[in-house]
């Protein structure tokens, strides 16, 4: 079993805090049946996750606790992301990133 404690200063892309149920959502987005993620893989040998205290998440919304904010989201074509105002952890050393999905892997 493992345990994670989650930095008490960490905030989700609109401003709330960033809570353990926000990344329980997140961990059982990529485990979920018929998910697509390639982060699926990653996460091959997680039996169970759960956390304590208050929730929030919005995959939908594309609200993330990351360095970088998704502008624009196509799936399978790729994904726009500008660096969040307020980023104060390592891993940020750009402005801006677009992804570009090249699903033929003769192509890749």
């Given at each position: 079993?493992?345990?994670?404690?989650?930095?008490?200063?960490?905030?989700?892309?609109?401003?709330?805090?960033?809570?353990?149920?926000?990344?329980?959502?997140?961990?059982?987005?990529?485990?979920?049946?018929?998910?697509?993620?390639?982060?699926?893989?990653l996460?091959?040998?997680?039996?169970?996750?759960?956390?304590?205290?208050?929730?929030?998440?919005?995959?939908?919304?594309?609200?993330?606790?990351?360095?970088?904010?998704?502008?624009?989201?196509?799936?399978?074509?790729?994904?726009e992301?500008?660096?969040?105002?307020?980023?104060?952890?390592?891993?940020?050393?750009?402005?801006a990133?677009?992804?570009?999905?090249?699903?033929?892997?003769?192509?890749?």
């Open positions: 079993m493992c345990t994670f404690s989650l930095n008490q200063n960490a905030s989700v892309h609109d401003g709330r805090k960033f809570t353990s149920k926000g990344a329980l959502v997140s961990i059982k987005h990529h485990l979920g049946e018929g998910s697509t993620s390639a982060a699926k893989s996460l091959i040998n997680v039996v169970d996750v759960r956390a304590d205290g208050d929730g929030n998440a919005d995959w939908e919304g594309g609200v993330g606790a990351g360095p970088y904010r998704i502008t624009s989201f196509n799936a399978g074509l790729g994904a992301l500008v660096k969040r105002d307020g980023w104060r952890g390592t891993g940020a050393w750009v402005d990133v677009n992804l570009v999905a090249i699903n033929d892997p003769n192509a890749r």
